[in-house]
Nanobody, 122 residues
């Protein structure tokens, strides 16, 4: 069974920084894209940033220039460096692995982490 384990959330003042990390464990052959989503109270889950195995990145407009996503394909890890945090960044952040395969001929899976809370105080 594949699991995503997140770490690094917490409480930070506006303008501060945090780094989120996510590690995929289990039998993994490949992962197409890894990313971070977030869900604030009363709002839908939204994409924050994603990165493909080839290093192509995508960011939500609201975080461009402040957040940086990185990935280690060999270790199946993804990180999110968050700078200049704002109160509106407060949310539960979820790690996502998209089009994950456990072997070369297995079906594609989508896997989610359990979420880590980021709280930005004003």
């Amino acid at each position: 069974q594949v699991q995503l384990v997140e770490s690094g959330g917490g409480l930070v003042q506006a303008g501060g920084s945090l780094r989120l990390s996510c590690a995929a464990s289990g039998s993994i052959f490949s992962i197409n894209a890894m990313g971070w989503y977030r869900q604030a109270p009363g709002k839908q889950r939204e994409l924050v940033a994603a990165i493909t195995s080839g290093g192509v990145t995508d960011y939500a407009d609201s975080v461009k220039g402040r957040f940086t996503i990185s990935r280690d394909n060999a270790k199946n890890t993804v990180s999110l460096r968050m700078n200049s945090l704002k109160p509106e960044d407060t949310a539960v952040y979820y790690c996502n692995a998209d089009r994950l395969r456990r072997s070369s001929n297995s079906r594609y899976l989508e896997v989610w982490g359990q979420g880590t809370l980021v709280t930005v105080s004003s």
